[in-house]
């Protein structure tokens, strides 16, 4: 049966232009709506503006327009953003939208028909940064912890909610509730801040002092307070009280946000919409920070990374991977150029463009003579397994937005089918007629591990999901009911698919750090950089590597160290000791008399004090999970040279 899934992203403010942050949560929450949709869910993903406001305001007087024309400008420049990065929300809705005023004025009209809402005198610290006043409690040095500027102490009659009434209602709510606001951490932080008193809430601005905002019904005198009327927008873009998709998607709410709106979304919001009688949502999901070189990036600080440069000089795939695979959600990572690039050689050109390119090939190329294929044996069925684990890995990780553990399952399957090609060899099969069903067998695997892979990808990586479809000729809309492998019996017509992902040649993209004005501004054309792709490893890179064959002679733990094994190794004419890092695969003697490959002309180095000469090749999964050191399937003499 299908669901219905309405997702929100923060609607943002228009005083700054998109960059890194926002678009984080733009594209995450576009990758979890395009997941609902090919579950097959009913799926609302609503974006938008924050358009009222001091700091817009103050932001439209620096610039001299009005704030009307700098909130239309502004705006344009998320929804051109967005339009850039393909991002699919179902609507964009702007607070200056006489939609939304409409709702936020009904509601503070219920509210203070209820007596919800009282005038009261207020004195206190304030930041415009922030647009609210601070505790004492909460100033550092007498400024804005947020912003470190100085607060301005502001005396004045307001409106205000009654929230603190809600504090030991708010406290049982969340505490019943343990996936409420999740990650765990942010939960834990708002039982925290709610042990001390909660505060009633102040919801007007007067006049006088702003004007950019939405009048209170029942004093026109003041506007409102632009966090109270933001947060209404996830109803009011519904078409609240009574619009058809609000009936259908607002039970099922959920919201998106980063952690610096942690409070008004955990705290005031509830609060609201208990006292106006609505649902209180499903989830709160709350991602961490980016961070450049470890600093704090955006809003006051202006050293953002251009994530639209990033996004067109690598791709828009490219970007939306980094950014899932590398945060963790919840927890802050730091953004650089290089650790994107590291990832779209190694995981996107290398796992999945190779296997993309091989696959292809391989059934492009023998499809021709293709007959009845021999029975699924254990490997093929091994790979139906791997493929069910990811799907579920898959499906118990976009459960909890759990970006970073999606695309990890589904890399880990990649690696199995990459191995799988490996043993297999079709291409040595394909020499012998009395292996043709096996053959068959192999690529019809191959064929079916495209359409998982092109159905799977298709909320993570759009572009590439769709050209893997289509070069399967994979034509129906893609369905996660398709990501299943082992009903084919019969090879689809497919089509090579090379260079999905082109290597990026690291000397010139990682040099500049990002944000650095010469990586993002570059004044290249936007698909420069992808379309000089530095191509694969040359015949000469892979000759300064002088490889040779080992015997280990001996072999002993180190007690000082879990991870290290010195072997001695012959080459012939000379013993070597090395050091490697498989003491936690094996035993000391299921090593010695081995045949193995080492790097012999690798620069010697010093570890726990010994040196160690040359490297034992050996392969491995990507989390660490399995490791095989490489030994000669046949006899060669010690020092032989492997090329
Ligand atoms: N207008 C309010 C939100 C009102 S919602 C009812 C606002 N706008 S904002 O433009 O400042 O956007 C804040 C959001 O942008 C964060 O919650 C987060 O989603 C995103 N990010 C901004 N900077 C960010 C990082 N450095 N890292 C990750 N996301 C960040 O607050």
Redo the contacts with the bound molecule.
Sequence with gaps: MSKTFYL?????????VP????A??TVIADAMARYHRLAGDRVWLLTG??EHGDKIAQAAAKAAVSPQALADRNSAAFREAWQRLGTTQDDFIRTTEGRHRTVVQAILQKLWDVGEIYLGKYGGHYCYGCERFYTEKEIVDGKCPDHQTPLTFIEEENYFFKMSKYQGWLIDYITTRPDLIRPERYRNEILGFLRDPLQDLSISRPRRRLEWGIPLPFDDKYVTY??FD??I??ASALGWPDGERFHTFWPVVQH??????LK??AVY?PCMLKAAGLDIYQHLNV?????LGGG????SVGN?VEAFALSDKYGGDAFRYFVMREMTFGL?ADFSEEAFVGRLNADLANDLGNLVARATTLIANYQREAGPAAAAGPDDTAIREAAMTARRGVEAAMDEFAFHRALAALWEFIGAVNRYVDSNQPWALAKDPAQRPRLDRVLLTLAETLRYLGVMLTAFLPDAAGKILAAIGHTAAPSLADAEIGRLDRLPTVQKLSGLFPRVDTKEAGAAPAGSSTAAKAGKPAQAAAAEPAGPATIGDFRRIDLRVAEVVAAEALPKSKKLLKLTVSLGAEQRTILAGIAQHYAPADLVGKKVVVVANLEPAKLMGMESQGMVLAGSTDDDGALAVIVLDRDLPAGAKVR
């Design positions: 929100t992203t923060p609607i943002y403010y228009i005083n700054s960059h890194l942050g926002h984080y949560t503006t924050d632009v966090w933001a947060l927008n996830y998106l946000i980063g952690k610096d709106i008004p979304h919001w991602h961490g920070y980016w961070t704090k990036m955006s809003k953002v802050d």
